[in-house]
């Protein structure tokens, strides 16, 4: 392969295995807990109006948001990979349309989620299980969120193709000022305002623009391989199939966690407001261990298939080995945290006794597989990254729907409550050992591919 002078390869291919991991791992990670601290910047700030209707209101619209968030990583997680991957087999200008097309694909389907958000928002409601204490205050969180529909999807896809730009640290630095500001703004809007939820929405929307401003200057001014020209989008709109069915898995898996969240709310509203609520909060406290683990994956991910694209077999499998024992101390520490801190972290949301010792024995249900979801995304990321979008869809679709939604159903049925809870350590421990074999077995072939495609090039 050519030589370039690409910030991507000198990270991807020329710098040692653990460097490179905790290179992008680190800044990676970090993104991650400041998007979790973004989710719970909202619940957290409504939480102390000492109302848990209104933090309900926030976990009913969740699986709104997750719909948004399934486009933003569909072309995301797809983009940069196909992207890395693109760029490691020296086809940059390919890679340059991608970005284009990726950017303004997220324009388009932002503004498609908003007006269907806002025409759609009554049934909507209702199907995922507001009630009359839930309403009115998840109508107004719903409105607001859908006017800043395409800025959400572009704040959440540019970090994941800067990455494959190896603009780290830029990626970041869009993240980071966007929460703060939210940060700063949830307060003023919610209690100074008296805007109440409607107030959160609007620091949402206004961090997710902030955000997605830095992206594209970046972009604009510094890009290599990622550009933001229409007609090399329009041009190459072809590629947006393989963006998409690579992308595929992450989007899958985000619509699917909405249903089965609408599903589990369902469920548990039969029994209390104060029944959705801790499990809202355990959720957002069990979501920081599982955040972390996909962190670590997603950030290394462009550089696994700029690996495989360039055919270093050897690299790839180093790469993969050391994910694998990161992933796992990562967990186990951040299991370890939650369970003893959960308290506290319970605390943060609910302040209404009876509701807090439910979310904190949810919390324990929740996080029993925790420590070994690494697997999981690290699966589902190297196989994305090797071109296997249906069997990554398949190990989604295991863990968010085909286990889940009936382990759902038929744990509440026989336990109730902490049914619903371990539910989804159960969806989790079955989806893990299957990712773990399609992962060993998908990078044996892989080995046997690039091998095989090596000695055909010294052949000829």
Do not use: H
């Amino acid at each position: 392969m050519k030589k370039t002078n690409l910030k991507s390869e000198a990270l991807f291919a020329e710098k040692s295995v653990w460097k490179a991991i905790f290179s992008l791992a680190i800044p990676s990670c970090i993104t991650i807990l400041i998007m979790v601290f973004y989710n719970l910047a909202d619940m957290f700030f409504i939480g102390q109006l000492g109302s848990t209707a209104q933090v309900a209101a926030v976990s009913i619209v969740g699986p709104v948001f997750s719909l948004a968030v399934a486009v933003a990583t569909m072309l995301g997680i797809g983009g940069s990979s196909v992207i890395a991957s693109t760029a490691g087999s020296g086809k940059l200008e390919d890679a340059r349309a991608l970005g284009s097309l990726c950017f303004y694909t997220g324009i388009g389907l932002g503004l498609i989620c908003a007006i269907l958000m806002l025409l759609g928002g009554e049934p909507l409601l209702k199907l995922l299980g507001a009630s009359e204490a839930t309403k009115s205050y998840a109508s107004e969180y719903l409105r607001m969120l859908a006017l800043g529909a395409p800025m959400m999807i572009l704040s959440t896809t540019l970090p994941a193709l800067l990455r494959s730009d190896g603009a780290i640290k830029e990626g970041l630095l869009g993240n980071l000022l966007g929460t703060m500001l939210n940060i700063i703004l949830d307060p003023v809007f919610i209690f100074t305002l008296d805007l109440g939820v409607s107030g959160a929405a609007i620091a949402t929307v206004i961090g997710n623009t902030v955000s997605t401003i830095v992206y594209v200057t970046y972009i604009i001014r510094k890009g290599q391989i990622l550009g933001l020209n229409p007609l090399l989008a329009i041009k190459n709109i072809k590629l947006l199939w393989r963006v998409m069915a690579i992308g595929m898995p992450n989007g899958i898996s985000s619509i699917l966690s909405g249903f089965a969240s609408s599903f589990a709310n369902n469920l548990l509203a039969s029994y209390s407001v104060n029944a959705v609520a801790a499990m809202a909060a355990a959720g957002k406290v069990s979501m920081i261990i599982s955040m972390l683990q996909m962190g670590i994956c997603m950030g290394v991910a462009p550089m696994l298939a700029y690996n495989y694209g360039a055919g270093k077999i050897a690299r790839l499998q180093e790469i993969i080995k050391k994910l694998s024992l990161l992933t796992v101390i990562v967990g186990t520490l951040s299991t370890l945290i939650c369970i003893l801190g959960r308290g506290e972290l319970i605390g943060l949301f609910l302040k209404e006794s009876s509701a807090r010792r439910l979310g904190e024995e949810l919390v324990v249900l929740l996080v029993l597989v925790s420590p070994l979801l690494g697997f999981y995304y690290l699966s589902t990321n190297f196989l994305q990254a090797t071109g296997k979008a249906m069997l990554a869809t398949i190990v989604s679709l295991l863990r968010q729907g085909i286990i889940l939604m009936p382990a759902l159903f038929l744990l509440e049925r026989l336990l109730g409550v902490p049914g619903i809870g371990l539910a989804y350590p159960v969806a989790d421990g079955l989806s893990v050992g299957v990712a773990l074999i399609l992962l060993l077995g998908q990078l044996a072939t892989a080995k046997r591919q690039i091998e095989a495609c090596n000695q055909q090039e010294v052949r000829t």
